[in-house]
Structure formats: C-alpha cells, structure tokens
C-alpha cells in the first residue's frame, strides 16, 4: 500500500469551491479499527452544512464524509468481526469520526458489517447514514408498528426514500410529502398517499397520524405536529429548538423527539437484512469521482435530486 492517499479536504469554510483534492498520510487503524479502502461514500446534506459553516467538526481544515463502503485493508489489536479482504459498509462515528471522502479511512471495527453480496459498492455506499438515520428514528425512536399511519416528510429525499422503505417493510401506512413530478417513482416504492406540498397544505390534507418523520424544520414541525392523533411523535433530525418543540406538543396532547444519527452495529446489520431481502434500495441521483466532489456539493445544494449522491474511489 502507498504511503499516502488522495482525499478531498477544505481549508476554509465556503461554497463547493472551498474543496481540494490533496495527498495526505494514510492513517493507520488504531485499537479496536480497521482501515478500509473506500470504494464509494455517500454524500450527505450534513457534508454540504458543515463544508459552509462551523458546526460539530469546529474550524476546518478536515475531510467530510461519514458513509463508507469498501474492502478491508489491515485490521488493528482487538478487532475480530473482520479480516483482511473483507467487502464492508457502514457509517463512521457522527459527528466526529468524518473522513471517507478518501482512498483510505479508519474507522471503528464495530460500525461496520459485511457488505450484501447483491449490490454493488456504489449502492451500499448511498445508504449508512442516510438508512441509520431512517431507522433510529422509524424503529428505534417510534417502534413503528404494521398497520401505523406515517407521514414522511421530503419522501423523496436521501433520508425520506429510504424512510418510506424502511416504513413498508414495517407493515405501516405510508404517506409522503413530495412534489409531483416525484410521487410516481414514491409509488413505486410502496407509498400509500403522496401530497404535493407545492399545491396542498399537507396539515389540512392529513390527519389521525401516529408518527411523523420531520426533515425539513421550520414552520413543517408545528404544521406537522397538528397532524398527529393523540399521544402520536414527530421525530425531527434536525437537531435543535428542543423546548419550543416539545412545549407546543405537550400543548397537543402529542409527542416530540429530536434525534441525531449514531454509529450503530445492530441498526446497519437490520438495514443489511433488508438490502439483502430487496425490501431495501438506494436511488442513487449521481455518482462522481473522488476529484468532482465540489460539483456533487454543488447538485446536492439545489435540493432538487432525487435519493443519493455518491463518490467514487476506485
């Protein structure tokens, strides 16, 4: 193995611009890590925020990226789920464990499972962080149940079409927010109702809802909150205002919870279960080598792509 590796990096806080692609040591896996050679890393709305402004990473310069799908190069003291040669996938540490955006990473052995043996790297590298997110918040959050009624906002979205997945699998009802042109391909993923946000207010259009999956903000969560039958939760993955939110559902007589996405074995081994099952697939809206990530930046920013972005390593 070379000595040193490509990787995209920002020095600076910035539009798409701010990043390079430079050579930088390739880390060695510490206690307890592997060091895997990227094939494929999502690219994520929390790459672009934090590539624009100071957030959890503090001041750059550093490499984004939390999804990771690749093969196992060297495994450290401690690590047994994994050897040399193995196809793995999964999420790095959020927030501070960033750095696929890269040949090589690090990462703890445990945030990694094998990677399904029917997709390819590019599919598996769309989905860690953008599934985990969908599931902490649909299973582990709401204990979403068949026959539940789900309304998921930006269905369409890197998190929301994997949601809307993840919620049929479930056995729930599924109702989406989505602009038209998209409620077709949402359709085909199996939801149930689809609302054009541009041409209905959804709080008018949906009632007697039992979980919201919030990805949006703003004035959606006090709109959406509205849309929930009594006891019903909104989960938001946008994480702040916390009071405010729970004060007016309490007002309501509803729930509200605000979650940020872990690094999480038993969450990627469930989503595995489901991309190998079929029940589970990333749209992939454009893949890029690792030397145009600043163009995949720039598409995902329009926030008119359809599922995932992905960069290429190999």
Same mark, same amino acid.
């Given at each position: ?117 029917? %997709?390819?790297?590019? *599919? !598996? &590298?769309?989905?860690?962080? +953008?599934? =985990?997110?969908?599931?902490?918040? @649909? ?121 940020? %996405?872990?690094?999480? *074995? !038993? &969450?990627?081994?469930?989503? +595995?279960? =489901?991309?190998?099952?079929?029940? @589970? ?34």
């Amino acid at each position: 193995m070379s000595e040193t590796m490509r990787a995209i990096r920002q020095d600076e806080f910035g539009g798409p611009e701010v990043l390079r692609e430079v050579e930088l040591p390739r880390p060695e896996p510490g206690p307890s890590q592997v060091l895997i050679r990227v094939h494929a890393a999502g690219v994520n709305p929390t790459d672009w925020k934090h590539r624009a402004q100071q957030l959890f990473l503090g001041k750059p310069p550093y490499v984004l990226g939390w999804d990771v799908s690749g093969v196992v190069e060297a495994v450290a003291t401690g690590v047994t789920l994994h050897k040399p040669g193995d196809e793995v996938f999964g999420m790095l540490p959020y927030p501070h464990g960033a750095g696929s955006h890269a040949e090589y990473v690090t990462g703890p052995a445990r945030a990694f499972v094998r990677k399904p043996s029917g %997709v390819d790297h590019v *599919q !598996a &590298g769309a989905i860690p962080l +953008a599934a =985990l997110t969908a599931w902490q918040a @649909l299973v582990d959050t709401a204990n979403l149940q068949a026959g539940q009624r789900v309304l998921i906002h930006a269905a369409a979205g890197g998190v929301g079409h994997l949601a809307v997945q993840i919620a049929k699998a479930r056995g729930a009802h599924v109702i989406g927010t989505a602009s038209a042109g998209k409620h077709e391909f949402l359709r085909g993923l199996g939801a149930d109702e689809l609302v054009d946000y541009r041409e209905v207010d959804f709080a008018e259009a949906v009632s007697d809802v039992d979980v919201v999956l919030d990805t949006i903000a703003g004035d959606y969560r006090s709109r959406s909150l509205r849309t929930l039958k009594p006891g019903g939760l909104l989960v938001s993955i946008l994480p702040y205002g916390r009071d405010q939110l729970e004060a007016e559902a309490a007002e309501l007589g509803v729930r509200a919870e605000l979650l940020l %996405v872990e690094a999480d *074995q !038993a &969450g990627m081994r469930a989503i +595995a279960d =489901l991309v190998e099952s079929g029940q @589970l697939r990333a749209e992939i809206a454009g893949t890029f080598p690792l030397a145009d990530a600043a163009k995949a930046h720039a598409l995902g920013e329009t926030g008119r792509t359809t599922g995932k972005l992905v960069l290429t390593a190999r």
